[in-house]
């Protein structure tokens, strides 16, 4: 993984000025902005929307509030930041799920976002009819999974339940079988949430392995998760979410120094490590 450009910034949202990189960036996001409507629970009175008739209208929040930065390729990035971050909308927003309200997104390259594995199984088929589902869901086509499905089902370690129908499942069986379904992509730009490593300690730690793969053979991976021992293991950069803003972006150690020293210089909550 190639890496290293200096490209720490100060806070408030700055894009990095000094990058001198010969190919365009990969991912640049420039004052990022994008709000969700609130559900208005309480039914105001006649004379309440008399009175003040636009309060209540607009109830949103802004999930992100003005997020700047960039990635090339060979770069890792980590995301951090507070819960309500606004993380996962990064995410969504990268793989094109959610558009923006406000600012700007260049995505140059194909994104695979692994962000909720086994989102669309059906639990009246079987575990081996959902691996298809779900490869198409993906993007992986029928004969590749035709050529792969001794690997995936072999790797899920689901034995005899391959066969069985999904509603018989656990939900740990679910993300096993929807992660080693996920895990025959070879995706370019690859977007995931690590703390989705599913199962028990030992499938944790050998799906957690399977992405380390992934991630070798991947142009640029993204990658959200609150262990910043595991970020700085694998990120080359990393961006500091605050309340919907780039609090700092930049080289992952400087990052995460000022990370955890903002946070009270504990080891950000990593239970699967302890
Ligand atoms: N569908 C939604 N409708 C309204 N508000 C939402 C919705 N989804 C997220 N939010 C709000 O937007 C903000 C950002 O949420 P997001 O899930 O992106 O944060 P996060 O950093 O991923 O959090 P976590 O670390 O807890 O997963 C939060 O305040 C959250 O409550």
């Known amino acids: 993984m190639a890496g290293g450009h200096p490209t720490l910034t100060g806070s408030q949202g700055k894009v990095p000025s000094q990058l001198n990189l010969a190919s365009p960036p990969l991912i640049e996001v420039r004052n990022l902005k994008l709000w969700y409507q609130l559900q208005q629970h309480k039914r105001r009175s006649i004379k309440e929307v008399l009175l003040s008739p636009r309060k209540g209208l607009a109830q949103v929040h802004w999930a992100l509030n003005g997020v700047n930065f960039q990635c090339h390729e060979g770069e890792a990035l980590g995301i951090v930041g507070h819960n309500g971050a606004g993380k996962s909308t990064l995410c969504l927003v990268l793989a094109g799920i959610l ?18 594995f086994g989102a669309g199984f059906n639990r009246e088929l079987s575990g081996r009819a959902n691996a298809y589902l779900y490869a198409s869901f993906l993007g992986i086509p029928h004969r590749v999974v035709d050529r792969r499905l001794d690997d995936i089902i072999a790797f899920s370690e689901l034995g005899n339940f391959i066969d069985q129908p999904m509603r018989s499942y656990s939900a740990g069986m679910k993300a096993r079988l929807g992660f080693s379904v996920a895990s025959i992509l070879d995706p370019k730009i690859m977007i995931l949430d690590e703390s989705l490593a599913p199962g028990d300690l030992v499938f944790k730690a050998k799906s957690r392995a399977r992405m380390m793969e992934m991630i070798q053979h991947s142009q640029l991976l993204i990658v959200v998760s609150h262990s910043c021992a595991l970020l700085r293991q694998i990120c080359t950069h990393c961006l500091w979410l605050d309340h919907g803003r780039t609090r700092l972006f930049g080289e992952a150690p400087q990052v995460l120094d000022a990370y955890e020293k903002a946070m009270g210089g504990e080891e950000i909550l990593d239970l699967d490590e302890s």
């Open 99 to 116: 558009t923006p309200d406000s600012g700007t997104v260049q995505v140059r390259g194909e994104v695979t976002p692994l962000l909720n």
